[in-house]
């Protein structure tokens, strides 16, 4: 039983990784969205798997609300912001998607071989949890810089917060506090962010942020 | 008389490979017809189609050497002792230490070396065509293949498949992200290398999509038959491979009576017979890629080898 809670954790863990190297693969802005929706869903899974096996009630809720607001209200949001902004059926020029994902990996392995040592101590649910946790913040790092397109960037500062929330559920005894205050500050990130582009667009016509260097007078 | 029994076995396996590989072509061929509501082929049409080619006469262009005359032989020899090492119904054979993936994979590398090396003798501009779209698909597909042997015998501590298949049935295994990578890699490995649809297809020969088909235009006569039988041969590998590591139900092992290598046997067709229907399914459901998207298609599954090796390290930990 013990080995096979383990495992399950395992496999929702890994999960979240490679469903955060499918959104450094996808370059449909819809398909973006939607494999947003499954990386948020695979989260909450996993929160709630972890409540199960650390008998802790509380982390129900914040995998009810990591699937309400995250896999539900969220991808809505966006789906609604690319439709009217009119970019819900371009396909994002990416640069080297081979390159990406061979630093994605170089990025996972860094990862595993800073957090192993350094969490020797601690149980070995806790460590898998924060050397995956790490690996997601990291790609979803890779996935802001590598894309120009702003509402990506958005999704990839998305993704950094579920692997925080993985961080957080496989180290015992986050209070429940700051979970719910979290996931309203992400909302509220929504909004600005959301209000900031269409002001972008009205702007320059475009989400394209490279425009924004060349405005600041930098050399893209 | 245990291992007289096993040579025996060996023999049979090495007949079944060959004498199934072309059914189950025309199987898939089959059911590709019916998802498209057409009536389709006989099930024994590849098996009239390599006896017609047999009986015909080969045409051999002026500028062949030596080379386009060996290589079909070569191709389907190393071929063919590379299906017949992969453990298909029964495992722990007379040959089983030599039925290591590693030897597999060095054996279909060697194969595509020399399809290459012919399809480039005769001095066309197809088969020129043909062999570096090959090598550019082989180039990222063997990395692949590698990392999900890695992860295999990592998990199992043997590069045998008999060992891998022996322990993918034990109770040792659990549930593990790793293996759904593998499989999700080595199933891709599988579709590019037998120039399935989203890389390449089989039916085409429209010269700018075409990779296999290309390097095999100017065979003819009993050539081309065995260059056919040698791809009906990897398909049925891939389908084994697949078979024996990672639904390993139903394998006879060394030792147990006929009555249980009848059954395994018959367990065996049906799998290859589940296999082909998946991938005849997935063919009908899926566009064809151009040829500059299949390094991305690839990368994706080295990325998913190289992250299922990766994931085990952290597992291996626990």
Do not use: C
């Given at each position: 039983m013990d080995q096979l809670a383990l495992d399950v954790a395992h496999m929702f863990a890994g999960g979240l990784v490679l469903v955060s190297f499918m959104l450094l693969y996808q370059d449909r802005m819809s398909g973006i969205v939607n494999i947003f929706a499954l990386h948020a869903l695979v989260v909450s899974l996993s929160v709630a798997w972890q409540a199960y096996i650390q008998l802790a009630p509380h982390l129900y809720i914040t995998a009810t609300i990591a699937l309400v607001v995250k896999a539900i209200v969220i991808p809505v949001a966006l789906h609604r912001i690319i439709v009217r902004l009119g970019i819900h059926r371009t396909i994002e020029p990416v640069v080297g998607v081979g390159l990406t994902m061979l630093a994605g990996?170089?990025?996972?392995?860094?990862?595993?071989?800073?957090?192993?040592?350094?969490?020797?101590?601690?149980?070995?649910?806790?460590?898998?949890?924060?050397?995956?946790?790490?690996?997601?913040?990291?790609?979803?790092?890779?996935?802001?810089?590598?894309?120009?397109?702003?509402?990506?960037?958005?999704?990839?500062?998305?993704?950094?917060?579920?692997?925080?929330?993985?961080?957080?559920?496989?180290?015992?005894?986050?209070?429940?506090?700051?979970?719910?205050?979290?996931a309203f500050s992400i909302l509220i990130a929504l909004i600005v962010i959301g209000i900031f582009l269409f002001r972008i667009r009205e702007r320059f016509d475009s989400v394209d942020i490279h425009l924004l260097h060349e405005h600041r007078g930098e050399q893209p | 008389m245990a291992v007289a029994l096993d040579a025996v076995v060996q023999l049979g396996q090495l007949l079944l490979v060959l004498a199934l590989a072309p059914l189950l072509t025309g199987y898939v061929r089959r059911v590709k017809a019916r998802l498209l509501r057409r009536q389709g082929p006989p099930l024994i049409q590849p098996y009239r189609d390599l006896y017609r080619l047999l009986r015909k006469e080969v045409v051999l262009a002026h500028t062949a050497s030596w080379v386009f005359r060996v290589a079909p032989y070569l191709i389907f020899a190393t071929t063919w002792v590379a299906a017949a090492l992969v453990p298909t119904f029964a495992s722990g054979l007379v040959f089983s230490y030599a039925a290591d993936m590693i030897a597999i994979v060095a054996l279909l590398g060697s194969a595509r070396f020399m399809l290459a090396l012919a399809a480039l003798d005769v001095g066309t501009s197809f088969g020129g065509i043909g062999s570096s779209r090959?090598?550019?698909?082989?180039?990222?597909?063997?990395?692949?293949?590698?990392?999900?042997?890695?992860?295999?015998?990592?998990?199992?501590?043997?590069?045998?498949?008999?060992?891998?298949?022996?322990?993918?049935?034990?109770?040792?295994?659990?549930?593990?992200?790793?293996?759904?990578?593998?499989?999700?890699?080595?199933?891709?490995?599988?579709?590019?290398?037998?120039?399935?649809?989203?890389?390449?297809?089989?039916?085409?020969?429209?010269e700018l999509t075409m990779v296999h088909e290309a390097m095999i235009l100017e065979y003819s006569g009993r050539h081309l038959a065995l260059i056919e039988a040698a791809s009906h041969l990897k398909l049925l590998l891939y389908l084994s491979v697949v078979a024996c590591v990672f639904v390993p139900l139903g394998i006879a092992a060394s030792g147990q009576g006929p009555t249980a290598y009848l059954a395994a046997l018959a367990v065996y067709v049906a799998k290859l017979a589940a296999g082909g229907f998946l991938l005849a399914v997935f063919e009908t459901a899926i566009a064809k890629m151009r040829v500059f998207r299949v390094s991305d298609f690839l990368g994706a599954a080295l990325m998913l080898g190289f992250l299922a090796t990766l994931l085990l390290f952290v597992s291996r930990v626990a």
């Open positions: 990996i170089g990025l996972v392995a860094l990862s595993i071989m800073v957090m192993l040592p350094i969490t020797a101590e601690a149980g070995t649910l806790a460590r898998e949890d924060l050397a995956f946790a790490l690996s997601v913040i990291l790609l979803g790092l890779l996935m802001m810089i590598s894309r120009r397109n702003a509402v990506s960037q958005v999704i990839g500062f998305m993704s950094i917060e579920n692997g925080l929330i993985l961080a957080a559920t496989g180290a015992k005894g986050m209070p429940l506090v700051v979970e719910i205050s979290v | 090959e090598m550019m698909i082989a180039s990222l597909a063997e990395p692949a293949m590698l990392m999900v042997v890695f992860t295999l015998s990592l998990l199992a501590g043997s590069t045998q498949l008999s060992s891998i298949a022996a322990f993918m049935q034990g109770p040792g295994i659990g549930l593990r992200v790793s293996l759904a990578l593998a499989l999700v890699g080595l199933i891709m490995v599988a579709i590019a290398e037998n120039a399935r649809i989203p890389v390449d297809n089989p039916t085409t020969h429209l």
